[in-house]
């Protein structure tokens, strides 16, 4: 199972708006509404932003939003601020036949 | 406080074993899918193995099928990983996390393993 492909790096001025997108085939995102995203600061453990493409976990910021267009999942953050300036990695199931996860390769946000 | 602290990575020699522990807090353990996932320094995160609320299922990867063995004691709150025939490739930072709805929502800090000799 090949990681998803996400872009290197992505940045943006605060109070900008930016878009994070995760390519997949259709035997993962394709195939499941099951996309999750996760933010990581350096040293620090992965802390989850989206789950199931679009939903929101209690505590995280609406500035991050999540959608789906078939094989592609897409996070958005609006109104961008310094401390979100961080790693963010995708993440698709995969089915239970693999009994598996697929995380997306990460892209680094810059804020300008 | 809802944690998962990890313990047990360590410098190895390869064909070595090593068992990691990840002991849960603040929260009914024994209602969550929990799972290990590793992350090389400076790379991105791979997902290695799962199990079931009580222990009566299991996955893996197929990077680690064979050699890794997942598995948790309820009573004690506690995820362990079994690793075996580990190499250089293994070496990486592992994390437990508890799964919610086809994600993992509470992370430990994690534990580094490192392979070599």
């Known amino acids: 199972q090949s990681a998803l492909t996400q872009p290197a790096s992505v940045s943006g001025s605060p109070g900008q708006s930016i878009t994070i997108s995760c390519a997949g085939t259709?035997?993962?995102?394709?195939?499941?509404?099951?996309v999750s995203w996760y933010q990581q600061h350096p040293g620090k453990a992965p802390q989850l932003m989206i789950y199931e493409v679009s939903k929101r976990p209690s505590g995280v910021s609406s500035r991050f939003s999540g959608s789906k267009s078939g094989n592609t999942a897409s996070l958005t953050i609006s109104g961008l601020q310094a401390e979100d300036e961080a790693d963010y990695l995708c993440?698709?199931?995969?089915?239970?036949?693999?009994?598996?996860?697929?995380f997306g390769t990460g892209t680094k946000v810059t804020v300008l | 406080e809802v944690q998962l602290v990890e313990s047990g990575g360590d410098l190895v020699q390869p064909g070595g074993s090593l068992r990691l522990s990840c002991a849960a807090s603040g929260f009914i353990f024994s209602t969550y899918w929990m799972h290990w996932v590793r992350q090389v320094p400076g790379k991105g995160l791979v997902w290695l193995s799962h199990i079931h609320n009580d222990g009566s299922k299991t996955g893996y990867a197929d990077s680690v099928k064979g050699r890794f063995t997942i598995s948790r004691d309820n009573a004690k709150n506690t995820l362990y990983l079994e690793m075996n025939s580990l190499s250089a490739e293994d070496t990486a930072v592992y994390f437990c996390a508890s799964g919610y709805n086809y994600a993992f929502d509470i992370w430990g800090q994690g534990t580094m393993v490192t392979v070599s000799s």
């Open positions: 259709n035997s993962d995102i394709g195939s499941y509404n099951l």
């Open positions: 993440c698709s199931y995969v089915g239970s036949r693999n009994f598996a996860y697929v």
